[in-house]
């Protein structure tokens, strides 16, 4: 009998994929050329096979990550963790699961800030670097989503979140990613897993919830609520993964 294929889900930080070894049974390290000794780690999460892997922080870690880890063939893969909230509306410990994402610093600088290039436009990305996540995967997790977040008492919606090579710590900064991209979260690796998806042809989504509002207290505020957020984004996932395909 053919082994099932893993669901690939990428964690950031080790507090971030603690919240899914927690829920995880026979979990043993696996090795993989340019994945560090204790970063990839498969096992089960309610009988689906898993491979839960810490692809570190930010654009180029997680890709180079994910992108070695991508030799285990996964169904799909799920990019999890927290992020900063973009808008009052999202509190500390909401859900939010990707119908896209982009990169908020992929852009033309200028001493009044930052233009978007390239979304939309042949030049100079030839296409567009806005990404949409698999159509089927967002209403599944969507679906799974309600009775887990209700359980856990916090809200979950779907939209866009945005990606860059920054810890967001500055109301002015976080305003004007918000006015850039129209996003509604900001974190630092989910559109960098999910261009390595797509060159590798495999669904993913971006799971992630709020550990902070991206302004003058996020620090603080990141320390005190990562272990929620890492564990309600973990609540989504084990809802997710028994209704994939």
Same mark, same amino acid.
């Given at each position: 009998m053919t082994a099932q294929p893993p669901v690939l889900i990428a964690a950031a930080l080790s507090a971030e994929r603690a919240a899914l070894e927690a829920i995880a049974v026979g979990l043993q390290a696996h090795m993989l050329p340019g994945i560090a000794e204790g970063d990839l780690l498969v096992g089960t999460i309610d009988g689906t096979a898993v491979a839960l892997l810490r692809c570190g922080v930010g654009k180029v870690a997680a890709a180079t990550a994910v992108a070695a880890a991508s030799a285990l063939k996964p169904r799909c893969i799920i990019s999890?963790?927290?992020?900063?909230?973009?808008?009052?509306?999202?509190?500390?410990?909401?859900?939010?699961?990707?119908?896209? /994402?982009?990169?908020?610093? *992929?852009?033309?600088?200028?001493?009044?800030?930052?233009?978007?290039?390239?979304?939309?436009?042949?030049? +100079?990305?030839?296409?567009? +670097?806005?990404?949409?996540?698999?159509?089927?995967?967002?209403?599944?997790?969507?679906?799974?989503?309600?009775?887990?977040?209700?359980?856990?008492?916090?809200? /979950?919606?779907?939209?866009?979140?945005?990606?860059?090579?920054?810890?967001?710590?500055?109301?002015?900064?976080?305003?004007?990613?918000?006015?850039?991209?129209?996003?509604?979260? /900001?974190?630092?690796?989910?559109?960098?897993?999910?261009? !390595?998806?797509?060159? *590798?042809?495999? +669904?993913?989504? !971006?799971?992630?919830?709020?550990?902070?509002?991206?302004d003058g207290a996020a620090a603080p505020s990141f320390d005190e609520y990562l272990a929620l957020a890492s564990a309600n984004a973990a609540a989504i996932v084990r809802a997710t993964l028994p209704l994939l395909p």
């Open positions: 999890v963790g927290s992020a900063g909230a973009l808008h009052a509306g999202h509190k500390i410990g909401h859900v939010v699961i990707s119908t896209e /994402v982009l990169q908020h610093d *992929f852009a033309a600088v200028s001493a009044s800030g930052f233009t978007l290039f390239g979304y939309g436009s042949d030049w +100079p990305s030839n296409g567009d +670097p806005l990404l949409r996540s698999d159509p089927a995967m967002t209403k599944i997790a969507a679906a799974a989503a309600q009775s887990a977040g209700t359980a856990r008492g916090f809200a /979950v919606s779907s939209g866009r979140i945005t990606t860059g090579d920054w810890f967001v710590n500055d109301a002015a900064t976080r305003d004007a990613i918000a006015t850039r991209t129209g996003a509604d979260l /900001v974190e630092m690796e989910g559109a960098a897993i999910a261009y !390595v998806a797509q060159q *590798f042809g495999t +669904p993913w989504i !971006v799971i992630r919830s709020v550990s902070d509002a991206g």
